[in-house]
């Protein structure tokens, strides 16, 4: 009886050693998973705020250059829809502008 009890006993801490070392490297998995997915979005949000920023930073130098009298080349600004649509009527502003200043 006590070589089966220690036989159980030696068995139930082999399975214990195997979910303990199962877990650290799960918890691991988890953390990397975790830094990975953080770098991810900081990422994709600085991505998507340059492609907001940058051209409504070259619709603010178009305004200053307006504000000047520089009207030069209409601004061509293709996404993101609603910056592009503001660069339309920003254009449509600056011709009807040019033809009143001639």
Request: glycine share 2%; proline share 4%; charged share 25%.
């Amino acid at each position: 009886m006590r070589e089966l009890t220690q036989a159980l006993s030696y068995a139930r801490y082999e399975k214990i050693v195997k979910l303990e070392a199962t877990s650290a490297l799960t918890t691991n998995v988890i953390q990397l998973s975790l830094v990975a997915a953080f770098l991810m979005v900081v990422i994709i949000s600085v991505i998507n705020t340059q492609a907001v920023n940058n051209p409504i930073l070259r619709l603010l130098e178009k305004t200053k250059a307006v504000a000047r009298g520089h009207f030069g080349d209409p601004l061509e600004i293709s996404s993101p829809p609603e910056i592009r649509e503001l660069a339309e009527a920003f254009n449509t502003m600056c011709d009807r502008l040019k033809e009143l200043d001639r």
